[in-house]
């Protein structure tokens, strides 16, 4: 594996990997990665601004969380645009309104009207003052890393030394595959183990592009890349929460195009689960599609992916609700009908056949003891008042329907989105706090920010 970071590599030398100098690369014994990736907790809880909303990344639960990074936003009202940030900030209102939306996975859509600069400061403080869930930081080079960890611990009001024994915020790890870490990311990497936070080591492979076309050749290159990276994780600091990661999907072989929500890609997700149980580490999975729009595509080809989800034990799902178009846009109702999706999927797998006493565990987020079905307190416990039920399936009586315009259910799902937009009620947040975040961002941009370096 490529390391291309020099303070990398040093790491990795002195716990004993055989490190090329010329060439960056970097040789691992079977032994020493397995040594290291033992170190990582098999379990650890996510700490939000609201205790609430705290995540547990364990065996017993799953979490979704909304589209991320996506370049356009979409709707029925006003079709595909560039991202911005009055979208870039209704979605985190959906996600707060949500509760099958358990945090963010980083920009729900990029807000390109926020200089590249100081992108970071702003759209992290909409993230921790419209939302009070569970949130990502980007990597996309040192400063930006050290300015949210430390805007997230001032949003959680800890000292240092509180902060790094709280994860707070987590990181999303991706190799430039095929077999290379870049300095970004290990910088990302080194300065969150450092604090203390969790990383997810996620390889986003497209077999057949920058992996071989055989699945098997895929996920043997995308186990490599991310047990490098687990490994790497605990030679910075032994204990770092960090979760095997995983999206491999294919190209249309024609065309060259990525391919999302395919049968390969839920072939994929199952195996990545077993691979993550075997190593015994939380889960990253996605939901994906390729459709360019909310239609019958989009909805089968996420339904696939939830399930695989659901059923290979996956502890966070990536993009859990609005990716469309290949991820290319953030669309206001499909984030609707992928919550719809997540409560039908999460009702079916509620047990049936089990003891009150057992279904009391059940509603806190355990296994009924011998039971096949696993349970949330976040998708069981929680998401009852999020909608108003019945949602998209309340349409039974064909006039009532035909007299409001026969509206399809990207119609129907803009109207729940515009409805939950105008309750939003912002979450509570300290003065203090409040105005430590606004200090710090404000010292920061009179230092320039931190432009791409």
Sequence with gaps: MRFSLQKARAILKEAGANVGESDAMVRFDPDLVMEYVAKAPSAFTLHARNPAHDLHLDDRHINFSSVSSAPHATDTLNGRREGNREDFENFLRLTQMVNVAHGSAGYPVEPIDIDVAVRHLHATRAIVTLTDKSFRLYNHNRQRTLDVLEMARIAHGLSAEAFRERPCVFASINP?????????????????????????????????????????????????????????????????????????????????????????????????????????????????????????????????????????????????????????????????????????????????????????????????????????????????????????????????????????????????????????????????????????????EAEGGAPLQ
């Design 176 to 444: 430039n595959s095929p077999r290379e870490y870049d300095q970004s990311m290990l910088w990302g990497i080194i300065e969150c183990a450092l604090a203390g936070q969790a990383l997810m080591i996620s390889p986003f492979i497209l077999a057949g592009a920058m992996a071989p076309s055989s699945l098997a050749g895929a996920l043997a290159q995308h186990n490599a890349e991310a047990l490098a990276g687990i490994a790497f994780c605990q030679m910075v600091r032994a204990g770092t929460p960090v979760a095997y990661g995983g999206f491999v999907s294919n190209a249309d072989m024609k065309s060259g195009a990525p391919a999302f929500g395919t049968p390969e890609h839920v072939k994929t997700t199952l195996v990545i689960g077993q691979m993550a149980r075997h190593y015994r580490l939380p889960y990253r999975a996605a939901n994906a599609n390729a459709s360019n729009a909310v239609d019958a595509q989009a909805a089968y080809e996420s339904q696939m992916c939830l399930w695989a989800c659901l059923v290979s034990g996956a502890t966070y799902v990536y993009h859990g609700l609005g990716w469309l178009e290949g991820g290319l846009s953030a669309s206001f109702e499909k984030f609707i009908v992928d919550a719809e999706m997540i409560q039908g999927l999460i009702e079916a797998i509620r047990p049936i056949d089990f003891s009150p006493e057992e279904l009391a565990v059940n509603a806190i987020g355990e296994i009924p003891p011998g039971g096949h079905f696993f349970g949330s307190a976040h998708t069981i416990e929680r998401y009852e008042h999020a909608f108003y039920h019945p949602m998209l399936s309340d349409w039974r009586n064909f006039e009532t329907w035909s007299e409001s315009g026969a509206p399809d259910a990207a119609h129907r799902a803009a109207d729940i989105a515009a409805r939950l937009l105008k309750e939003y009620q912002p979450p509570p947040m300290d003065d203090s706090i409040a105005l430590a975040l606004d200090e710090f961002i404000a010292k920061r």
